[in-house]
């Protein structure tokens, strides 16, 4: 991964009206989604560092990443290190 950025960032952030959608980022985030908010009040609910996994990720677009993210969330299958506001024992993740 020679000619690739120090960190690709793989952000999906909720509009006001629900709705999900995906962000990448190179080298740094910006400087709204690192500060602190109360938790359920951040601007993003999923975060991963793409160039951690390899270059098959660091590489795919990000219609595909967005897929890969849907169809994780539909089989309860996201990496809770990975959500913004983790899920708390007991209960449901929403």
Known sequence: MAD???AIYFIVRKSARGHEYGEVYFERLPN??????PPGQRPFVYALRLDKLG???ATLPLDLLMLHYRRAKMLGRLPAENLVDKPQEGRAPT
Not at 32 to 37: E, G, K, N, P, Q
């Open 55 to 57: 270059d098959f990720w």
């Open 4 to 6: 690739t950025p120090e």
């Open 32 to 37: 709204s989604l690192t500060r602190r908010y």
